[in-house]
Every structure is written in C-alpha cells, then in structure tokens.
C-alpha cells in the first residue's frame, strides 16, 4: 500500500474513533461512518480503475451490512429471521463487490462467499423457524442408522470394484 493510501486510510479512521471515544457520534452511526469513509476512500482513489482498489470496498461493503442489519434487526419480522439474516446480509455486500470485480479478468470470486453466506443464512433461518428440526431427540436414531447404510453402500462398492 502506497503512503497516499495508508494516510488517507490512518485520517479516516483516526477521526472516526475519535468521535466515537469523545461520544459525539453513537455506535450505530460509527459503522455507517467508517463505512462510508472506506466506500469515499474507494471513489476517490479511482474505483474501478484499479484492482487494487477493492481493499477499500470490501470493508467498506462488510461493514455497511453489519450496519444495516444492526437497524433492521429493530425490525419485528427481521428480528424473527434471527441471525440467519446476518449471514444474508454479508452475502449481499459480496454480491456487491462482485461488481467491482466483473471488470477484470478474475471477476468471479466474490460469487463463492457470497453464495455460501446466503445459503448458510437461509439455512440458518429455516433451522431456527422449523419446529420439526427443532426437535433433535429423533437423529439420535436416524444418525447412526444412515451411517451404518453408508458404510454398508461403500463396502458393497469396494467389493464390487474388485
């Protein structure tokens, strides 16, 4: 990182710990802040010019859905979907750096983490809202018996490769 880079980034953040510390901003709005400082660090720096670039944004991203779910979480039926929206979120800000990325030859990355993150939270929500699964008395049955099916399956497979 170049010392342009280090000491708009070093200001930015300085400033905003300073005025979370001296309580003149409050600990939502200091994640909105410092998002918004590394986003403004990543336009002006020039965007989508460089690669490198996305140091900024992908913070930047990362903590604008930290904030943004901190506010929505105040919300009754996102407060419902429990952290599984949390996941979500984090999700879409990787979606959101995959426009970034859609300009350079390895453009594809973010795709990855943030299929897995929106997965796992709709997982996680469904884990959470499903009484059926709720109830886990029954895997100490079905567990053991799929197990036994496996190792079953791949010792006829083994002997049949022989």
Do not use: C
Not at 99 to 104: E, L
């Amino acid at each position: 990182m170049d010392k342009k880079k280090l000491g708009i980034l070093l200001i930015t953040i300085g400033i905003f710990i300073l005025l979370n510390t001296l309580n003149l901003i409050s600990d939502d709005i200091f994640l909105y802040l410092l998002s918004g400082g590394f986003i403004f660090t990543y336009f002006i720096l020039g965007a989508r010019k460089h690669y490198r670039n996305i140091g900024f944004l992908i913070p930047g991203a990362i903590l604008l859905a930290i904030a943004l779910f901190s506010d929505l979480e105040r919300i009754d039926f996102i407060e419902s979907l429990g952290g599984g929206f949390f996941f979500i979120m984090l999700g879409l800000a990787f979606l959101a750096i995959l426009i970034h990325t859609s300009a350079f030859k390895k453009w594809d990355w973010p795709i990855y983490p943030a299929a897995a993150l929106i997965l796992f939270g709709l997982f996680v929500i469904f884990v959470d809202n499903n009484d059926f699964i709720q109830n886990l008395e029954y895997l100490n049955y079905i567990t053991p018996v799929v197990l036994i099916g496996l190792g079953g399956f791949f010792l006829y497979q083994n002997r049949q490769n022989k």
